[in-house]
Structure formats: C-alpha cells, structure tokens
C-alpha cells in the first residue's frame, strides 16, 4: 500500500511536465502578443520599445527555449511575475485561490449529495415514476449549456424575482457586516456560481451512480444477500452501495478536471473573484507568467485530487488494501 | 410422513421461453433430495423458484410452492424475508461471487443471524464461533475478506450463512462444481455429516451422478425444464428408464474401487 502510494504520487511529476508543455505550446500558438495589449495603440510607445520589452521577457526566443527557461525557473519555484502589473504570479494565484477553492469544494460537496441518492434511489426503483422523472432531468442537465443556464440563472433570480446577488463574492460593504451577517451575504452569492457549476456534473454523476448500482444489484453475493433473508433496506446500505461507491469514487475523481475548467466560465460570468477568473484575464492579455501559473496549479490539483480518489478507492476495497488476490 | 416442501405444477417463463414445464416435487424431513440435470435443464430456476428469487421483471410463475402446506407466492415479503435464510437457506455454486468482496465474512455469517434472531451481540459472536468450529475454519477467518480465503473456505464460509439459523430445508446448488475433486469431497462429506447431526431436508442441485450416489435418497431427473424420471435412488440407479438417465448414470467415471464404494454410501 505504501508502495502503491509512492508510485502514484512520482506519476504527478511527468504528467505535471507534459501537460504544461502542451499548455505553453499552445498558449504561444495563439495569435496576438503580450505588448500590443499593454500598449494598444499607443503612440508614445515606439517599435524598438516594443522590442525590447520581447526581449525583456525572451518573448523573442523560440518556444521551445522559453518553455526550457519557464521550467528552469519552475525548479526553484519561480513562476516569474505578470507581464501586465509585475506582480508575483505566485501572489495572485494565493489570493484568488480561496475563492476558488471554496466554490469548487462546495459544489462538489453538493453533487456528490444529491447526485449519489438520486442515482441509489433510481437504480433500485428502476422504472418507477421517480427513475423517470430523472431520466429527463439527467437529460436536460447532459443537454443544457452550463454557461447558457448560468446567464438563464441570473436573469430569473437576480433580476426578475431580485432573490439573489449575480456577481462578486463579498462586496465592499460586507466589511460593515458582523460575522454571521457576513457568513449569510456569502452563501447568497455562493448560490448561484454552486448551482451552475454543480448542475452539469450532478447529472453526469447521478446517471453514473444509476448504472453502477445496477450493476452490483445484478452480482451474485445481492443474490446472496437476498437469500439470506435480509431486508432491502440492509441489502441496499450494507451490500449494494459500498461496492458501487467503488466506481463512482473513482468518477468523482475524474470530475475534477471538469469542473476546474469550469471554473473559468463561471467565475468570469459571476465575477467570482478565484483563479478560473485569474487565468481567463490572463489569457485575454497574453499574460504568459500568469496563464501558466495558473494552469500549472489547477493541474497540480486535479492530479491530487484523482490521487486522493484512487487512495480512497484503496481504502474502500479491501482487495487493493489487503494483500494481493489469491 | 408428511411433506416438508412440495412443489406443485410449477410452470417459469423467462423471456418468453419456458424454463420449468409442470415441475411436480415433494421433499420429505430429514431425506436428501437430488435434482439432475445438465445445465440449461432448469434446475437453478427451480432452486430460485422456491425462494422465490427468480428475477420479478422478467419471470412468469405459475404453479404452487408449499412450504409446510403455504403456498410462498401467497407469502408478504416479511413472510418471505423470515423464511429466506431462516428455514429454507440456499449455497450457490459459485463460491467466488457469492461473497460480498468488501464485507468481513465473519459479518457476511452473523449478519444472517442478527436479521432472524433477536439475540444479544454477545450470544451471536458466540453462534459465530461454533458455526466456524462446525464448518472446520478456525475463529481467526472470521476478520478476513473473501479474496483472502481460497475456493474451498469460501463455500464452506457459504454453508455456515446456510446453516447459522439451523434451517428446516438446506438447497445446495451444485455447491462443489467450482472446486477441485479433493476440495469437493471434503465439502461433501462436511454437509454429510452435519446432515446427520441435525437431521434437515437438503435439496441437492447436480449434474454430476456420482455425487447424487454418494448423497441422495430420491432422485428427480431434469431435461429443458421438465423433471422426467424420479424415484428412490436405488430403484432409479438400478433399473433407469428414461433413456437420458441411463445415459448420464453411465457418464459416471468407473474407476479403480467405485464399484465397492457404492454399497458402502448406502
């Protein structure tokens, strides 16, 4: 076991090398540069000035040797400064990760909440009224456009019914507020970012929890079960749901890089003050320092968190925990 | 004597395929049933029949099981879950699935007890252990996982779940196919013996005559659903008329001693 999780942590280090390659290969492939932006059309900025501030930041040289320079400062955990205000990119990625974290966090909270009794509850009344109901709602939550029904969000419930904040998470007056006050206007702007980046997942995950409990349901040790005498209720908790949760752990893991791309939309519609917003104001500005910051960082997280999901996926199977298959 | 279980013009259709056709059997106290057949003739639907287990979507059921004279498509599902594993229980063929991998089998044993029995903790880890020490499996098992035991531990941690309750009808269903030969005599003569001790009914699902030689007292043959020869053994083994009973009797191996083995089960 303890080999197993050394061996799946030294895996994050060629991964994290190979998909920051591909993201700066392609982040260069893009059309545009960083000094047009900073500059616009300026004319008190020349040409030549334009120059040197390519070669300020050895934007002049090929890719392939910037990319070797990005990662030689990497190494000692410099991920440079952005090329806009000169701020350390490492600062303005710990400042707007909380936000991030916070969003992200509770809305995987909630999908696995709702989605995983959906999914139970479906399985095991197959066909009822309640499974149908479901197929639809799973159905529009496949089909519907998040960022489409984010905007839909806002319109109905911020301006239409006026119920709840559509943007930021705490604005300037919070600071007046006593804490439970505060707490209260935070979950309100919590709302609608949650609803948006849960919606999309929660289907996926519910139809996923569906099959995988009707798969165990269909093994021979349910039959046993059953045999036995036990109440349905004992056979569901006891027998059928610990050996699905063995798959749908593993999807959770796998939701992750999904919702942290998520987080890019959603936090540039809702004005949400994370690192999804960061990284999309950075690609706007050709903010090279940044865009890869921020990327190497959601990376880093969505490998750990499918590394957490596999180590809980150990901990719930006691084949992987104990001992090999004999 | 009166009967303990019979099974009345039992009709399954699956799918729109018949799987039983008028299935008539009658199980007596204490005697050991077999039921023949190669696979496909039904005789696992029959088994699930009477537990009524057989998939709820799917199966069409006409026909009467009676369990001491009730019919158990009559029964509730309380009824029913009392019955299941209480005093009818079931092994399955295939010891390699029928545990449940990521539950302890010590829990998988006792689990059946705490839902049948209102007894204290205590009472039931002391059923544990005497059910281990009958089955021959030392206490220690109990804390192990399924894929820790080998094929034979497995069936035998299987036939103390069937016998925690001390069931009135045991139904093995070709309990030692998915063992080797040693493993499947030792399983055998296990349940003989307990057999023996308890004196229960067992309902013993085979393809396999020689293991129907060594255990039964009665013997139903199964062709495609339909039961097509049955008798007291010796009659059946002596003088078969069915064509296909006479053919499976002589596909049992005559090997070095089997001719002086078979007096000796008598």
């Not at chain 1, 540069?33 to 934007?59: C, H, Q, W």
């Not at chain 1, 559509?166 to 604005?171: D, F, K, L, V, Y």
């Not at chain 2, 799917?58 to 009559?74: H, M, P, Q, T, V």
């Not at chain 2, 209480?86 to 539950?103: G, H, K």
Request: glycine fraction near 6%.
């Amino acid at each position: 076991m303890k080999r197993y999780i050394a061996k799946r942590l030294l895996l994050i280090i060629p991964m994290l090398i190979g998909i920051s390659f591909i993201m700066f290969t392609v982040m260069h492939l893009a059309p545009g540069d960083t000094a047009s932006i900073k500059y616009g059309m300026n004319p008190e900025v020349s040409g030549s000035a334009r120059a040197n501030f390519d070669k300020m930041y050895d934007l002049d040289k090929p890719v392939l040797v910037q990319y070797g320079l990005w990662v030689k400062r990497l190494i000692s955990l410099d991920f440079g400064s952005s090329l806009i205000d000169d701020q350390a990119v490492m600062a303005k990625i710990t400042s707007r990760l909380p936000a991030t974290l916070l969003l992200q966090i509770i809305s995987l909270f909630i999908i696995f909440l709702i989605a995983v009794p959906i999914g139970v509850i479906s399985a095991v009344k197959r066909n009822s009224f309640f499974d149908r109901i479901m197929t639809i709602f799973v159905f529009i939550g496949y089909a519907t456009p998040s960022f489409w029904l984010a905007l839909l969000l806002i319109l109905f419930f911020g301006f239409k019914l006026g119920w709840l904040p559509i943007s930021g998470m705490s604005p300037w007056y919070t600071a007046y507020l006593d804490s439970f006050d505060r707490t209260k206007d935070l979950i309100a702007h919590l709302v609608l970012p949650v609803v948006a980046t849960a919606f999309g997942s929660l289907a996926a995950l519910s139809r996923y929890s569906r099959s995988s409990v009707i798969e165990v349901m269909n093994e021979n040790y349910v039959l046993t079960a059953r045999a036995k005498g036990l109440s349905s209720s004992r056979i569901v908790t006891a027998h059928i749901l610990k050996n699905a949760l063995l798959s749908i752990i593993t999807i959770m893991g796998l939701s992750l890089p999904a919702l942290i791309s998520g987080s890019f939309i959603f936090e540039t519609i809702f004005a949400w003050p994370g690192m999804g917003r960061l990284g999309y104001e950075a690609i706007m500005n050709y903010d090279y320092p940044v865009v890869m910051g921020v990327g190497v960082i959601a990376t880093f997280l969505t490998l750990i968190g499918i590394f957490l999901s596999d180590i809980a996926y150990a901990f719930v199977d006691p084949r992987i925990r104990v001992g090999g298959e004999k | 004597m009166e009967n303990i279980l019979k099974i009345k013009d039992l009709t399954v259709t699956i799918g729109g395929k018949e799987v039983l056709s008028d299935v008539d059997l009658t199980l007596l106290p204490g005697k050991i049933s077999a039921i023949v057949g190669e696979s496909g003739s039904g005789k696992t639907m029959m088994s699930l029949a009477i537990l009524d287990l057989l998939p709820d979507v799917a199966a069409r059921i006409s026909g009467e099981i009676l369990f001491r004279g009730k019919n158990i498509f009559d029964m509730d599902n309380k009824e029913k879950q009392n019955m299941r594993g209480n005093s009818i229980s079931m092994v399955f063929q295939e010891p390699f699935t029928a545990l449940n991998p990521v539950m302890r089998v010590g829990e998988q044993i006792t689990e059946t007890i705490a839902a049948h029995k209102i007894i204290s903790e205590e009472k039931i880890q002391g059923c544990l252990k005497g059910l281990l020490k009958m089955v021959k499996l030392s206490e220690d098992i109990a804390s192990c996982y399924p894929h820790e035991l080998s094929g034979g531990m497995r069936q035998r941690i299987m036939l103390a779940i069937a016998l925690s309750c001390d069931p009135e009808i045991l139904i093995l269903d070709e309990p030692t196919t998915a063992l080797d030969v040693s493993v499947q005599k030792e399983i055998l003569d296990l349940v003989m013996g307990i057999q023996k001790e308890r004196c229960f009914s067992i309902l013993f699902i085979t393809h396999d005559f020689s293991i129907v030689n060594m255990v039964a007292d009665e013997v139903h043959v199964m062709k495609n659903g339909r039961v097509i020869e049955k008798g007291a053994k010796e009659i059946i083994f002596k003088s078969p008329e069915n064509e296909y009973t006479r053919h499976l009797i002589d596909c049992i191996p005559k090997l070095g001693d089997e001719r002086e083995r078979l007096p000796e089960s008598e």
